[in-house]
């Protein structure tokens, strides 16, 4: 069983920057694939949008459109935590994120084998 947790959220300007970090227990984080999702007010669970992801093991990195060359998804084994850097953030990216991990390659939206965390709030507001 993986346990996450989730912190960093807040308000913030529109351009402005956030880092979420998500600590994970119960399974070593190197073992593990992980990402970000988000889910926009009004939408519902299996509406939310992939962000950004590790491949377990071999590290390879994925995005969406949306996000490239704004967000950065890291990690740190030795912390067992894995992060997502936010910059130039826009009013619609407004959402809650959701930390992800899986013992199977990516974490996918509909896949039972996917570990959630309980979610941060992202408000970007002038």
């Known amino acids: 069983q993986v346990h996450l947790v989730e912190s960093g959220g807040g308000l913030v300007q529109p351009g402005g920057s956030l880092r979420l970090s998500c600590a994970a227990s119960?399974?070593?984080?190197?073992?593990?694939?992980v990402g970000w999702f988000r889910q926009a007010p009004g939408n519902e669970r299996n509406e939310r949008e992939f962000v950004a992801a590790i491949r377990r093991i071999v590290g390879t990195t994925y995005y969406a459109d949306s996000v490239k060359g704004r967000f950065t998804i890291s990690k740190n084994d030795t912390k067992n935590t894995f992060y997502l850097q936010m910059n130039s953030l826009k009013p619609e990216e407004t959402a809650v994120y959701y930390c992800?991990?899986?013992?199977?390659?990516?974490?996918?939206?509909?896949?039972?084998?996917?570990?959630w965390g309980q979610g941060t709030q992202v408000t970007v507001s002038s």
């Open positions: 119960g399974r070593t984080l190197s073992t593990l694939g």
């Open positions: 992800a991990a899986s013992e199977y390659g990516l974490p996918v939206l509909r896949s039972s084998s996917t570990y």
